[in-house]
């Protein structure tokens, strides 16, 4: 898989699959905690993990623009990795939410959201630019070799992304069953069984909101092996054991933070130096090629503008696997054995397994001498992604689904007579990795692609950062998955993909011809 790659790239994607691996077991959970920690709504708990995801790819910016200017690529990636284990370990404290600390706790618990955001910040980017300067020294070492050389070292690009995009899905899919059986083992391990219901109905009991809905509590209660009569107890202990687990978890993501720290120092020495080369090289330029080179990077940014525009759409609707598709897993599907949580890594195991059936088919129609270009690719990933929406509204409208919020409210024999199985969730997977597969990682080596040299940490971060824009609206999902009838909520992610298909293929033409080399 590595042969015909730089030497570098294996041990830069086992760096980076460290940390996914530890971002991902927070990341399946943090929507679902904030709700069982402090017992917020899915509205509130999805914009604070919105913002917290925007915030990481704003934070790319940054780091981008701090790895540029100082030209120290590698040791803003190491402080990154330190500033993130740092916000893991204040994840990792268990301190029992109650009405009197509930503030104090959410302002901690942002606190370190925050850091590892920008922890995350200084290294995502900078570390998938170290990997785009990997292929440029490709690509520079096989011209001296030939011509064909270097058209055979170009084509490796595309491919040595998707590789590496592989492996921040090997992290992503073991990581989301982390929290959910640490959670389970010390319920089990406390005398209790796991019930993804309870911790709502406790807080609602503790607030004084339970209203109708004591009974439930009470039949609950009784079936994870609480004292039913005696509430009051029940429901702070419950609450406290059911979300230590979840920080224990946490400590796995320090754990590997630290991981992927050793990896990367110790294997730093692979890893190029983009700024230091890159002032050698401009250096050889004349007056007339530095005004060329201007003029060509002008159209090559405007390209990547319109590119990153589309991408916004796609990951506010893609990134409803943490939000509205996490709810919708809890709520509306039978998976009274599978933790909501663990739904998530169905995405990684299709992405693990279907690149090599994409990077089959790309390759099928270079042979054919019709390749397709990135923007096609783009187009078709959001017109797919638009499937997986219509199925799911599709499926809301033939089984009557009201809004969530009212789906809740009744009867807990009704409510599990109009769940649906598994199979809908793996579908609309399935279809949402395949629109990801078209997307994500190509779009990743179209950026260093397109990116001047001396910025390619700035452009890395710019397409995060369109990634952050698409978070910032991911509240929308959770407050129309409990305010409207379903079928809504999945109607306006598909118009969107569906829009943005039709305007990207408006645009290919255009973008095919700036961007052609």
Partial sequence: MFKNHPKGLLLAALSNMGERFGYYIMNAVLALFLCSKFGLSDETSGLIAAFFLAAIYVMSLVGGAIADKTQNYQRTIESGLVIMAIGYVALSIPILATPQNNSYLLAFTIFALVLISCGNGLFKGNLQAIVGQMYDDFEAEAAKESPEKLKWAIGQRDAGFQIFYVFINVGALVAPFIAPLLRSWWLNRNGFIYNADLPRLCHDFINGSIGGNLGNLQKLAAEVGGNAADLASFCPQYLDVFNTGVHYSFIASVVMMLVSLIIFMTSKHLFPMPGKKEQVVVQEYTEEEKI????????????????????????????????????????????????????????????????????????????????????????????????????????????????????????????????????????????????????????????????????????????????????????????????????????????????????????????ERVTKS
């Fill in 292 to 511: 060329t080179m201007a003029k060509e990077i002008k159209q090559r940014m405007y390209a990547l503008f319109a590119v990153l525009g589309i991408s916004v759409f796609f990951w506010f609707s893609f990134h409803q696997n943490g939000q509205s598709l996490s709810f919708f897993a809890r709520d509306f599907v039978k998976t009274d054995s599978v933790a909501p949580e663990v739904w998530q890594a169905v995405n990684p195991f299709f992405v693990i397994f279907l690149t090599p059936v994409i990077m089959w088919v790309f390759s099928y129609f270079t042979k054919k001498g019709k390749p397709l270009s990135t923007p096609k690719k783009i187009a078709y990933g959001m017109g797919i992604a638009g499937l997986a929406y219509l199925f799911l509204m599709a499926l809301s409208m033939t089984m009557g689904y009201p809004s969530a919020e009212t789906f809740r409210n009744i009867s807990p024999e009704l409510s599990s007579v109009m769940k649906v199985g598994p199979w809908v969730l793996i579908l609309t997977y399935f279809l949402l990795t395949m629109a990801e597969l078209f997307i994500s990682p190509l779009g990743l080596s179209f950026v260093s692609k397109v990116a001047p040299k001396h910025l390619q940490g700035l452009c890395q971060g710019l397409w995060l950062g369109a990634t952050a824009v698409g978070n910032i609206l991911l509240w929308i999902g959770p407050w129309m998955y409990n305010k409207y009838s379903l079928w809504i909520c999945w109607l306006v992610f598909a118009l969107v993909c569906i829009i943005s298909m039709s305007v990207m293929f408006g645009m290919v033409k255009w973008l």
